[in-house]
């Protein structure tokens, strides 16, 4: 019986390291400790919480928690442009899209980079919502004009481009590198 056991330890030793010297080269780099936040205001300036970018292994970690805004469900976008210039927020520009694809998850040509889930904001005005972009990076969501979050009056429907008929722009923060 020992030597039943010894030789199965033996075999799952060889069986690992097999695997660790098969995927050599092939890791995730080791993730960043930066962060980026954004912190989310209404347009007359109001505070509603904040979105914070974080690098994981495997992808971008977003963050949103809101605060005080309307109940339901509502549309959530990383969008191209650090600038959130009230009273619309237009000045945030598209969606962060860097692969040029369509928007939404349930699109067979999209989704883009920007696109996220829903937050869903109960009968106490708070939400939170936390996801993992595979192909973001901090370097890519901070590049030359920056980037805000956007979170919209209506639900993301995850495939009519571009917008995921979401509504209206209420809630806009620019992402600082922190």
């Not at 039943?4 to 799952?12: D, E, F, S, W």
Request: net charge negative.
């Amino acid at each position: 019986m020992r030597t039943a056991i010894m030789t199965g330890v033996a075999l799952a030793a060889v069986t690992i390291g097999g695997c660790a010297s098969y995927t050599k080269g092939m890791e995730q780099p080791a993730p960043s400790n930066r962060i980026a936040v954004a912190m989310l205001r209404m347009a007359d300036g109001k505070a509603v919480g904040r979105a914070t970018a974080r690098e994981v292994t495997g992808g971008l970690r977003i963050t949103i928690d809101a605060m005080g805004l309307a109940a339901g469900t509502h549309g959530a976008h990383i969008h191209t442009a650090g600038r959130c210039d009230g009273p619309d927020f237009m000045t945030a520009g598209g969606h962060w899209n860097p692969a040029g694809t369509q928007h939404g998850s349930m699109n067979p040509a999209g989704p883009h980079e920007g696109d996220l889930p829903n937050i869903i904001i109960g009968t106490d005005g708070r939400g939170t919502l936390g996801v993992t972009i595979p192909t973001g990076t901090l370097a890519g969501l901070l590049d030359a004009d920056g980037g805000a979050m956007v979170i919209h009056a209506a639900a993301d429907d995850m495939m009519t481009d571009p917008s995921g008929k979401s509504g209206a722009r209420i809630a806009c923060g620019v992402f600082s590198a922190n």
